[in-house]
């Protein structure tokens, strides 16, 4: 599997002590130009160089085609009653559903997207803990690991669903 | 064959390393540390400079400045 | 439909999180403009759009996030 992610996915995830665990279930991760831009911190910066360098991480140019979906998007989701997405996350979104990649976002926009209006799959740090427990190689309570070292906060029913299927 | 270019491209990555002046590129920023840290791994001159923020002309000055070879 | 409906409460439930665990003192401590795009973040979820009004990079928006105990959902 490939992934593509938006900033709102890295910032967190570079916090995670086991975050390189995200190369054993993507074969490579592309990172858009742009999302390249906004990130500014020393961790995620070194991180990213890191795993470019290391060929895990590729960066994915801004390409017509795909700038021209997105915007298609970002209108689309203006129209329904979920909040709208914004250009970064819908040119991942844009991108997943042409090459089969999994977007990665925190962006809930992004995530009620792959319900309404494109055939992309939208992975949050959610999906990505679930699929590495899947595997064996994240323990149960990983979740609250996660929560503890990026200060990210899940949802109580996703939460909830994560308990009622413990490894 | 592989070989051969697996050897060259880790003798170049050594004298990057090697010649970079580590000091000065201490004590820059964090995107221009990163970036000229993973120049010295890759020698990828263009995704360095994405990494940077700055045209591939700027940062190939700024390597010059931090004292990494280009190795061809 | 069914789907939808979720969707829908599942923002009711991140904006009532939001609201309900923000530290207030921090937000009131910060200045103007940040504060004003906490507040529009707190309300919408819009992260990018908050960050614009902020003024700030997004790591550095989101960080003041992190203080403020307002969750990117």
């Not at chain 2, 051969?4 to 004298?15: I, N, Y």
């Not at chain 3, 207030?24 to 009004?53: C, D, H, M």
Request: with cysteine.
């Amino acid at each position: 599997m490939e992934a593509i992610a938006d900033t709102s996915f890295l910032v967190d995830w570079a916090r995670f002590s086991h975050r390189d665990l995200l190369f054993r279930v993507f074969r490579v991760v592309w990172i858009p130009e742009d999302v390249l831009n906004e990130v500014q911190s020393e961790r995620t910066l070194m991180w990213i160089a890191d795993r470019l360098a290391s060929g895990d991480m590729s960066l994915f140019p801004l390409l017509p085609e795909y700038r021209d979906r997105a915007l298609r998007l970002v209108e689309l989701s203006r129209r329904g009653p979920t909040r709208g997405l914004d250009f970064p996350e819908a040119y991942c979104i844009a991108v997943a559903e042409d090459r089969g990649y999994i977007a990665l976002s925190e962006n809930g926009a992004a995530y009620a997207a792959q319900f309404l209006y494109t055939t992309a799959r939208v992975w949050r740090a959610y999906e990505v803990l679930w699929e590495l427990r899947s595997r064996g190689l994240v323990p149960d309570d990983a979740i609250f690991t996660y929560q503890e070292e990026t200060k990210h906060k899940f949802p109580q029913r996703d939460i909830q669903r994560w308990r009622d299927c413990r490894s | 064959m592989e070989e051969h270019l697996k050897d060259r491209e880790r003798e170049a990555r050594e004298l990057r390393r090697r010649e970079a002046d580590w000091n000065y590129i201490n004590s820059l920023p964090p995107r221009l540390r990163a970036a000229l840290v993973f120049y010295i791994e890759t020698g990828d001159l263009y995704v360095a400079a994405k990494i940077a923020g700055l045209r591939v002309e700027e940062f190939n000055e700024l390597r010059i400045r931090a004292g990494i070879p280009h190795v061809n | 439909m069914e789907r939808l409906q979720e969707l829908i409460d599942r923002e009711r439930e991140a904006r009532e999180l939001r609201r309900r665990e923000a530290d207030w003192n921090y937000i009131n401590s910060l200045p103007p403009r940040v504060r004003a795009a906490i507040k529009l973040f707190i309300e919408t979820g819009n992260l990018r759009l908050s960050q614009k009004v902020s003024g700030l990079g997004l790591e550095e928006f989101v960080e003041h996030l992190r203080r403020a105990n307002v969750w990117v959902t």
